[in-house]
């Protein structure tokens, strides 16, 4: 499985990017399960989900990681066994891991127009009033859509909601911004991929 990126954040944070090319069969085959996690694989009924599951755990295997190494807390919140935090994300093809020593949330999304139809339900921006094309419409989306996604997963609080993480206003070609969650404030990076968004954030302590 190629890797397609790979963004070093700082000395001890790592986002892996990767493109999921082979069959379902192949995966299958070439990445070491858990008996659980084998129990978990046979659930899913999705052949994309498939994928992504078998994916992710051969990609960390590639890494390093030991097939029982990565294990989900009783939210679904990932972690890696030892002292590093990880946070995981796929969008069709891709699947991006990020690995820190302190907490991070890592998301990706492709730029779609179905985003127009579900704006509402995450954002109060107007998208309607804006001055900006079609397409940076639908990237601005997207890219607060990911803000949200990584700021519920770097918060890690079970109650936590969207609506709760809120985004500061920036531009479609702006390459960060702010979210605040409570009395806490996070940074979020982006990266544009192709007809992907990916989001980054790294907790400060």
Not at 11 to 20: F, N, P, Q, S
Not at 31 to 47: D, F, G, H, R, V
Not at 113 to 123: N, Q, S
């Amino acid at each position: 499985m190629p890797l397609e990126s790979t963004i070093k954040v700082d000395k001890k944070t790592t986002l892996y990017i990767w493109e999921v090319r082979e069959e379902l069969a192949v995966l299958e085959e070439e990445t070491p399960l858990t008996p659980e996690q084998k129990e978990s694989y046979n659930a899913i009924s999705n052949e994309r989900a498939k994928k992504n599951f078998l994916a992710t755990r051969l990609l960390l295997t590639q890494l390093g990681h030991a097939p029982n190494s990565l294990h989900y807390n009783a939210y679904g919140k990932p972690f890696l066994k030892g002292k590093d935090f990880i946070s995981i994300s796929h969008s069709f093809d891709k699947v991006v891991v990020m690995i820190s020593n302190k907490p991070v949330g890592v998301d990706i999304e492709k730029k779609r127009e179905k985003i127009l139809r579900i704006a509402h339900k995450f954002t109060q921006w107007n998208y309607r009033s804006a001055d900006y094309s079609i397409q940076n419409i639908i990237q601005k989306l997207t890219m607060t859509w990911c803000a949200k996604e990584v700021g519920f997963k770097i918060h890690n609080k079970p109650t936590l909601t969207l609506n709760d993480v809120r985004v500061k206003d920036f531009f479609p070609n702006d390459k960060e911004t702010d979210i605040k969650i409570g009395n806490t404030m996070y940074k979020v990076f982006f990266v544009l991929i192709e007809d992907f968004v990916l989001g980054y954030c790294k907790a400060n302590k």
